[in-house]
């Protein structure tokens, strides 16, 4: 179990795959990351430009001038910052279930929140805003699916128990 927020190094190897296809600064770096996740995510100025001057010491990237926009600051990939993405794509592609323990810990609480009698929540009036309540909650599950279906192929149920699921696909310890 991990706490909330974005897996480790996610960050830095979001930064170094955007100026591996093109040099940027770092508000477009902010922007695009915002798109990527369909808006809801924008990290921080404050984790965003200290990764591009960390970068910049390193020898991953610099920073480059350009006549047309002389006030902003680009940076761009070197070799050196091309070989560390590359290390940064294995680490990234070892968090999957740092990803599973911030979804399902976020949704499993929203429902919590709207089903255990033990926390006396003020929802909006309905219509009035977001609520914890059956119709939010099946709206998130619908929106998942229609993602799944957008990225891979027609969502099909999985029946298996989390126990069942670990052990089918090699989780088990």
Request: charged share 35%.
């Amino acid at each position: 179990m991990r706490k909330s927020g974005p897996p480790k190094g996610l960050v830095s190897y979001l930064v170094l795959e955007l100026l591996d296809e093109q040099p940027r600064y770092g508000y477009e770096i902010l922007k695009e990351i915002e798109s990527l996740s369909g808006g809801h995510w924008e990290p921080s100025y404050g984790s965003v430009y200290p990764i591009l001057y960390k970068f910049e010491e390193e020898g991953y990237a610099e920073r480059i001038e350009r006549e047309d926009e002389p006030d902003r600051k680009y940076f761009e990939i070197t070799d050196e910052g091309r070989a560390e993405l590359a290390d940064k794509r294995d680490e990234v592609g070892d968090t999957g279930d740092d990803f599973i323990d911030v979804i399902l810990g976020f949704y499993h609480m929203f429902a919590v929140l709207g089903t255990d009698e033990r926390f006396e929540i003020s929802n909006p009036e309905p219509g009035e805003g977001w609520r914890f309540d059956e119709a939010f909650s099946a709206w998130i599950v619908e929106q998942l699916i229609r993602h799944h279906e957008y990225y891979f192929e027609e969502f099909e149920r999985v029946e298996d128990t989390p126990e069942e699921f670990a052990e089918r696909m090699g989780l088990s310890e």
